[in-house]
Nanobody, 119 residues
Framework: QVQLVESGGGLVQPGGSLRLSCTAS????????MGWYRQAPGKQRELVAT???????TYADSVKGRFTISRDNAKNTVSLQMNSLKAEDTAVYYC?????????????WGQGTQVTVSS
């Protein structure tokens, strides 16, 4: 079991910045990737950015060049720096931890944090 607690989020004007953080606890040694997903009203949850233990980064095309994912393994945290925010970035953002204990894989989710981009 992995527990995820998110912080950050809130209301920001277009062009502004926010930083999301997520701290993992529990079976953290089973985690092989962490990341962020988001879900806007009426839409499906989508990948924003992920970072594997091997330092491989993946970004949604819509956030490339604006968002940066990072991990602090000593603190068991993953962060998402979001710059140049747009109205279409408005969504609930969820922290994700992907575990692999061969042959089983599982995804854990945080409770979600609201990001609203509006003037």
């Amino acid at each position: 079991q992995v527990q995820l607690v998110e912080s950050g989020g809130g209301l920001v004007q277009p062009g502004g910045s926010l930083r999301l953080s997520c701290t993992a606890s529990g079976s953290i040694f089973d985690i092989n990737a962490m990341g962020w997903y988001r879900q806007a009203p009426g839409k499906q949850r989508e990948l924003v950015a992920t970072l594997t233990n091997g330092h491989r980064e993946t970004y949604a095309d819509s956030v490339k060049g604006r968002f940066t994912i990072s991990r602090d393994n000593a603190k068991n945290t993953v962060s998402l720096q979001m710059n140049s925010l747009k109205a279409e970035d408005t969504a609930v953002y969820y922290c994700n931890a992907h575990t692999l204990v061969w042959p089983d894989e599982f995804d854990y989710w945080g409770q979600g944090t609201q990001v609203t981009v509006s003037s």
